[in-house]
């Protein structure tokens, strides 16, 4: 069977510390996904919706925030055809930082539904949210750190 990726991505990159991020850049983010009804899936194989929202910096900055929102009046729904098949729903919320000397990171991610999630059919439907903060452990003047936090 095939696999379908249908995703969003929201991101902020700083490969190399620009003006003023030594004394406090910031990356942040806001996705938000709101429907009446929605998403809506007819699947009959393997398919996964997927929303990223990513911070990820060399160095030099002091802040990354991620704030992800997904609503639905109704829903998700889903009719999964297929015996077997796999449907997965995942928003990812990750700050990475690799010299560590970031010294805020957050991740304030949401998923609701007043009606929902609805799944109709024999397939398995998963519904997931992934929140990560990950740094380096030197002090984020440009030294390379060897190890990494989750916080």
């Given at each position: 069977?095939g696999?379908?990726?249908?995703?969003g991505?929201?991101g902020?990159?700083?490969?190399?510390p620009?003006?003023?991020?030594?004394?406090?850049?910031?990356?942040?983010?806001?996705c938000?996904?709101s429907?009446?009804?929605?998403?809506v899936q007819?699947?009959?194989?393997d398919?996964?919706?997927?929303?990223?929202?990513?911070?990820?910096?060399?160095?030099?900055?002091?802040?990354?925030?991620?704030?992800?929102?997904?609503?639905?009046?109704?829903?998700?729904?889903?009719?999964?055809?297929?015996?077997?098949?796999?449907?997965t729903?995942?928003?990812?919320?990750?700050?990475?930082s690799?010299?560590?000397g970031?010294?805020k990171?957050?991740?304030?991610?949401?998923?609701?539904s007043?009606?929902g999630?609805?799944?109709?059919?024999?397939g398995?439907?998963t519904?997931?949210?992934?929140c990560?903060?990950?740094?380096g452990?030197?002090d984020g003047?440009?030294n390379?750190g060897?190890?990494?936090?989750?916080?």
């Amino acid at each position: 069977m095939g696999a379908l990726l249908i995703g969003g991505a929201g991101g902020a990159d700083a490969a190399t510390p620009g003006p003023g991020l030594n004394d406090g850049g910031a990356q942040r983010n806001r996705c938000n996904t709101s429907s009446v009804i929605g998403g809506v899936q007819l699947t009959a194989s393997d398919t996964t919706t997927e929303t990223n929202c990513v911070n990820s910096a060399e160095s030099g900055v002091r802040e990354q925030s991620n704030r992800c929102r997904t609503h639905s009046v109704i829903g998700p729904v889903t009719v999964a055809l297929a015996p077997g098949s796999t449907t997965t729903n995942r928003t990812n919320c990750v700050n990475y930082s690799k010299s560590g000397g970031v010294t805020k990171q957050s991740n304030d991610c949401k998923t609701t539904s007043v009606l929902g999630p609805i799944t109709i059919g024999p397939g398995e439907v998963t519904n997931e949210t992934n929140c990560v903060n990950l740094a380096g452990t030197d002090d984020g003047d440009n030294n390379s750190g060897d190890g990494a936090n989750n916080g």
